[in-house]
């Protein structure tokens, strides 16, 4: 099993920034991508950005440039900087992790960006 615990969202104006954080814990040696996903309302659930072990990344298009992920695996914790934030950005972030026995979701934290 492996817990992960989420922080940093809240409300942001339009061209503001905000960081995002999960920390994961308990099998954590078993996890080999750690991610962001995000749900807005009335559409599906998609990938914002992972990265592997290696630090390999994957960023969705319509984040590339903005938002950067990072990951510090001495603390097994994933990070989301976010900058130039849209009104369209808002969402639910969830934290989300692969590992060797399944794959795990944070609770969620809400990002809105509004003026």
């Known amino acids: 099993q492996v817990q992960l615990v989420e922080s940093g969202g809240g409300l942001v104006q339009p061209g503001g920034s905000l960081k995002l954080s999960c920390a994961a814990s308990?099998?954590?040696?078993?996890?080999?991508?750690m991610g962001w996903y995000r749900q807005a309302p009335g559409k599906q659930r998609e990938l914002v950005a992972v990265i592997s072990n290696l630090g390999m990344t994957n960023t969705a298009d319509s984040v590339k440039g903005r938002f950067t992920i990072s990951r510090d695996n001495a603390n097994n914790t994933v990070f989301l900087q976010m900058n130039s934030l849209k009104p369209e950005d808002t969402a639910v972030y969830y934290c989300n992790v692969r590992t060797s026995g399944g794959t795990y979701w944070g609770q969620g934290t809400q990002i809105t960006v509004s003026s």
């Open positions: 308990g099998r954590t040696f078993t996890i080999y991508v």
